[in-house]
């Protein structure tokens, strides 16, 4: 079987500065794998590049052994790190708009996660917090049968509570046949969920391991792992 996410010999550079140089990633199904790395590392970019929003200099994407766009967006549920919803929209509107969106959208799980993520459906999106914002979109992502979910910081603005909720909301969604890629900083956050981690460092992968080889080989938090990486970097 092939991997949910090949990315080989990525590379992207913006006016002549390189924000990705080289990457590759390999992600099989069933993992959850956390991208992780300072400010302005690439990871959006990176992102923005598995679902063809940002077209690479050179190298390619595969998902589900496919490189062609309608595929990728067909097995991929994207959670961008900013609103893209319509503000007019109430968020059962969005709901809808999704289950007309995406085939593979389950509207009962939506209305049970609404309830998990404590979303009021007739709320307007205009009057979201941005913290209810992000919480709608990991819904709509979550309401996806998809293969590869890719979510771009989706616990960065939540007291610790919404963020236990979230992180319920991943792992409950992700089976044997899905993968999970979430960039974010809150590195001692995520450690629990993560089977695989990747720490990108001014568009080079600087590190690419297994959850489970950075607790044992190296005795290590995730988190302190990040720090002697990154101040050594
Ligand atoms: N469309 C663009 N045009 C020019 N430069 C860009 C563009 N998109 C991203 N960049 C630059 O690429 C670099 C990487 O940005 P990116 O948003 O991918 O980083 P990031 O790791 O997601 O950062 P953060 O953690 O702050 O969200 C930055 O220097 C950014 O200014």
């Not at 790190?81 to 969005?94: P, S, T, V, Y």
């Not at 609404?114 to 007739?122: F, K, R, S, T, V």
């Not at 992000?134 to 049968?145: E, G, K, Q």
């Not at 600087?206 to 190296?218: C, G, P, S, V, Y």
Request: charged share 25%; with cysteine; aromatic share 6%.
């Amino acid at each position: 079987m092939s991997a949910i996410l090949e990315v080989t010999d990525v590379s992207k550079s913006f006016s002549g500065h390189t924000v990705l140089n080289r990457v590759n990633i390999t992600l099989e199904a069933g993992r959850v794998a956390g991208l992780m790395g300072p400010n302005g590392a690439g990871k959006t970019t990176l992102m923005k590049t598995i679902m063809k929003i940002v077209k690479p200099d050179s190298g390619s994407i595969r998902v589900c052994g496919s490189n062609a766009v309608e595929a990728i967006h067909r097995n991929t549920a994207f959670m961008p790190d900013r609103n893209q919803l319509f503000l007019w929209m109430k968020i059962r509107d969005a709901i809808r708009y999704y289950e007309d969106m995406f085939g593979d959208f389950d509207a009962k799980r939506a209305v049970d996660l609404c309830q998990i993520l404590g979303l009021d459906p007739a709320a307007s999106i205009r009057t979201l917090s941005k913290g209810t914002v992000i919480r709608t979109l990991v819904m709509l992502t979550f309401s996806r049968n998809a293969r590869l979910y890719l979510l771009d910081e989706p616990i960065g603005w939540f007291d610790p509570l919404a963020k236990h909720n979230i992180l319920k909301t991943i792992l409950a969604g992700i089976n044997e046949e899905s993968t999970v890629l979430i960039s974010t900083h809150q590195v001692k956050d995520v450690e629990m969920i993560l089977d695989d981690v990747l720490f990108l460092n001014y568009g080079s992968l600087i590190l690419t391991d297994t959850a489970e080889n950075i607790r044992q080989e190296h005795g290590q938090s995730i988190e302190d792992r990040y720090l002697e990486v990154f101040q050594n970097a």
